[in-house]
């Protein structure tokens, strides 16, 4: 599958708060992914990397073989073309990062466009740096790479959808990992602790999210998510809230069972629970069941941290349920859905009903 990948970052400061935008589209035109994220303080060479890197992730999650990568950022793409010298220490792990994703494609291009034709990265890149430094639309300044010949857009969900209010901003994250979810098994309510992977995985997430604003960290009660979410509480200044709502999926009888072992051993109620959210594994919980709980939590933290934003630190049920409501989807994204470890995503809820998904399946800190 071929894919096209545009990419930009800036740098309110260059120096300063800093966001890349990443946009992947099919052959034809239309659009498959976005990729956007505040990335703390930085240049905007170095955001403009982040942006391709995010790019090129995203393409790999696609399942593409052939990337064109167009920039408006000529250093990145003389540099990523090997026409230019990398001088800067700072970007020279960046671009390491992003040869070692194109190694993974049967073929990637590398294009200068005018900024004009880059429009759509260069939004996603602004919204992320007035995300990342706290701005609404009416505080929206100008980067300091360049000056947009466009109207400053207004944010996002409220051009689209008429969203009005302050949301309140969910930073999802998943746990690192453990020795269950490194050998991709059931893993719900039995309280395994990270491995030392899963601890270094924890540590480069809180590295991360110290470098943005919030006011709260909440976690699941479970081992795994309060040993990540105190990486996070220890490189913030927070301290950690537990809520009880964010706990796993309780997987009964298939705990510790990878998906072919729960297959075999329960093979028409595994087909039917694939299938109907309603069906419970032996002496567990449904997807229905989940959803709700995880529903209720997200209302009573909407009702504490109202217009606030606040890291939540989970596992991937609770964490695409939290997705599915802010997306309005149906129950198949639980399973079409991919979400690694230490991953981030992020989510918005409106005063007014509204939604915006802003964020999904960020690893970019793990690289």
């Known amino acids: 599958m071929r894919v096209v990948v545009e990419a930009d970052g800036g740098s309110r400061g260059n120096p300063g708060p800093a966001g890349y935008g990443a946009v992947v589209f ?38 593409a073989t052939t990337v064109a990568v167009r920039m408006d950022s000529k250093l990145v793409v003389e540099q990523m073309s090997g026409r230019w010298q990398i001088k800067n220490e700072a970007l020279k792990p960046l671009a390491a990062t992003a040869r070692e994703l194109a190694a993974q494609f049967d073929r990637v291009t590398y294009a200068w466009i005018p900024r004009a034709q880059n429009a759509h990265a260069d939004r996603l890149a602004n919204e992320a740096m007035d995300l990342q430094a706290g701005k609404g639309p009416s505080e929206r300044s100008l980067r300091s790479e360049h000056v947009s010949e466009e109207p400053a857009p207004v944010d996002a969900p409220a051009r689209w959808t008429g969203a009005t209010g302050t949301p309140t901003r969910f930073l999802l994250l998943r746990h690192g990992q453990t020795e269950l979810s490194g050998e991709r098994r059931y893993s719900g309510r039995g309280d395994v602790p990270l491995t030392d992977i899963g601890r270094q995985q924890a540590k480069a997430a809180g590295t991360r999210l110290a470098k943005m604003e919030f006011t709260a960290v909440i976690s699941s009660p479970l081992g795994r998510t309060r040993q990540t979410a105190a990486e996070v509480a220890a490189a913030s200044g927070k301290t950690i809230e ?21 297959a075999e051993r329960d093979p028409e109620l595994h087909r039917r629970w694939l299938g109907d959210p309603s069906i419970a594994p032996p002496n567990g919980e449904s997807f229905d069941i989940v959803h709700a ?41 639980l399973f079409r859905l991919h979400l690694d470890l230490a991953s981030l995503s992020v989510v918005e ?14 690893t970019s800190h793990l690289a």
Do not use: C
């Open 26 to 63: 099919a052959a034809d035109g239309s659009l498959l992914a976005e990729r956007a994220e505040g990335i703390g303080i930085a240049t905007n060479n170095v955001a403009e990397y982040q942006g391709l890197v995010a790019g090129l992730t995203a393409a790999r999650e696609l399942g």
């Open 242 to 262: 537990v809520h009880e709502g964010l706990i796993e999926t309780d997987f009964g009888d298939w705990e510790r069972l990878t998906f072919l072992e729960a």
């Open 293 to 333: 709980r995880v529903r209720a939590a997200r209302d009573d933290l909407i009702q504490r941290h109202a217009g606030q934003t606040v890291v939540l630190v989970s596992h991937v049920t609770p964490i695409k349920s939290l997705l599915r409501m802010g997306l309005d989807a149906g129950p198949s994204l």
């Open 349 to 362: 809820f409106y005063p007014d009903g509204n939604a915006s998904v802003r964020l999904v399946n960020d």
